[in-house]
T-cell receptor, first 114, second 111 residues
Framework: DSGVTQTPKHLITATGQRVTLRCSPR?????VYWYQQSLDQGLQFLIQ???????AKGNILERFSAQQFPDLHSELNLSSLELGDSALYFC?????????????FGSGTRLTVV | KNQVEQSPQSLIILEGKNCTLQ??????????LRWYKQDTGRGPVSLTI?????NTKSNGRYTATLDADTKQSSLHITASQLSDSASYIC??????????FGTGTRLKVLA
């Protein structure tokens, strides 16, 4: 157990729907990062939050949004889902928000859009 | 363009053999380089992290090297075990909050 908790582990939904993925960071970690890993693709950085504020944005679609709450858990919202959104979505957390901080990954949420 | 390229894409070796995975990057500026091991369906787990001034770093049977001049890194696995079967991902940090991931090398260790 890495200490980073992601729920649900699996999610199957239909095209056009909206889902919310949840991530609880490791105790004491202030940063949360979201990544998408499609089949046979590398990890794509989506977005980072640090202590409730957005810190960095990667290749995140406009249909996707995220937020970090006061208790530091984060949610990734995916809307108007398309078949191509089927992927593993990973959350990672770290103590700090910048240089030199290692981060720990959760076990991921597998999203299947049918 | 910031890129991280890994080779080979996939590799099959026999248990007990050694292997070396390559990572070439064009990320600038360069902050650090990490190697991750990702078991199928699991989150990546950090193996090593190397900064500009570090040439070699070991973690058990895993040894990473970095040549910042040629922008190349390698991950050497010694005396491979069945449990080494996984994807190995090279990640380069290129400035604040910018992480560029390679697509990984899939290693299969056979008995």
């Amino acid at each position: 157990d890495s200490g980073v908790t992601q729920t649900p582990k699996h999610l199957i939904t239909a095209t056009g729907q909206r889902v919310t993925l949840r991530c609880s960071p490791r105790s004491g970690d202030l940063s949360v990062y979201w990544y998408q890993q499609s089949l046979d693709q590398g990890l794509q950085f989506l977005i980072q939050y640090y202590n409730g504020e957005e810190r960095a944005k990667g290749n995140i679609l406009e249909r996707f949004s995220a937020q970090q709450f006061p208790d530091l858990h984060s949610e990734l919202n995916l809307s108007s889902l398309e078949l191509g959104d089927s992927a593993l979505y990973f959350c990672a957390s770290s103590v700090g928000g910048g240089e030199g901080y290692g981060y720990t990954f959760g076990s991921g949420t597998r999203l299947t859009v049918v | 363009k910031n890129q991280v390229e890994q080779s080979p894409q996939s590799l099959i070796i026999l248990e007990g053999k050694n292997c070396t995975l390559q990572c070439n990057y064009t990320v600038s500026p360069f902050s650090n380089l990490r190697w991750y091991k990702q078991d199928t369906g699991r989150g990546p787990v950090s193996l090593t992290i190397m900064t500009f001034s570090e040439n070699t770093k070991s973690n058990g049977r895993y040894t990473a090297t970095l040549d910042a001049d040629t922008k190349q890194s390698s991950l050497h696995i010694t005396a491979s075990q069945l449990s080494d079967s996984a994807s190995y991902i090279c990640v380069v940090k290129g400035g604040t909050y910018k992480y560029i991931f390679g697509t990984g090398t899939r290693l299969k260790v056979l008995a």
